[in-house]
Structure formats: structure tokens, C-alpha cells
């Protein structure tokens, strides 16, 4: 059994930035894909960047975000900055089973519980 905990989120105007963190137990770390998914109100869940044994990030939030672990911690984290209004969403953190990604997220067993972060214009 793997548990997620996400932290982080809150309210922030456009152009700021936010940190969140997803703080894992339950596995071996070092060996676990891990990713960032968001969903907005009336929309999908959808993928924002994962971490593996390489990175993966959305178009529509590259040159703004990074993912980055700390496998010392169980933690990996999303940077967030020049944040949009269109950002504003539920920010998940999810884990694979092995050292591998999926854009798909019915593809991931493990979930935290989401931190919403929302962007004001």
C-alpha cells in the first residue's frame, strides 16, 4: 500500500508561483514513477509532469513548471510559476508501480487527495 499527501496549494495571482509537495510512504521511492495530474471544474483529469527514469511535461505547462524529487525525503514536488488563471484546478499526486510514467491516469494505483490551487487575474 502506498499513501500520498499532498501539500502546498492555496490562492495566488497571476504571474506568481506556488510549490506544491507530495510526501509518499508505503514503497521503495527511488524506484516509483511519480506525477502531477490536475482537474478542473467540468473537465478531465489530466496530466501536468511525471517523473521516472525521465520527465514528462505537458505542453501547456512547460518553461513554467518543474518536477523534481527528493528520494532521501519521499518527496517529489511541482514548481509552479507564471501561473495562469487556467492553472486553477485540483493538483493530484499520483505513483506508478515501477519506475515509469503514464499520461493516462485510470493507468495509476495509488492517489493523495489533491490540493486545489487557484489562480486570480
Known amino acids: 500500500q502506498v499513501q500520498l499527501v499532498e501539500s502546498g496549494g492555496g490562492l495566488v495571482q497571476a504571474g506568481g508561483s506556488l510549490r506544491l509537495s507530495c510526501a509518499a510512504s508505503g514503497r521503495t521511492f527511488s524506484s516509483t514513477g511519480m506525477a502531477w495530474f490536475r482537474q478542473a471544474p467540468g473537465k478531465e483529469r489530466e496530466i501536468v509532469a511525471a517523473?521516472?527514469?525521465?520527465?514528462y511535461y505537458a505542453e501547456s505547462v512547460k518553461g513554467r513548471f518543474t518536477i523534481s524529487r527528493d528520494n532521501a525525503k519521499n518527496t517529489v514536488y511541482l514548481q509552479m510559476n507564471t501561473l495562469k488563471p487556467e492553472d486553477t484546478a485540483v493538483y493530484y499526486c499520483a505513483a506508478a508501480v515501477g519506475l515509469i510514467y503514464y499520461i493516462d491516469p485510470t493507468r495509476y494505483y495509488y492517489w493523495g487527495q489533491g490540493t486545489q490551487v487557484t489562480v486570480s487575474s
Open positions: 517523473s521516472a527514469s525521465n520527465t
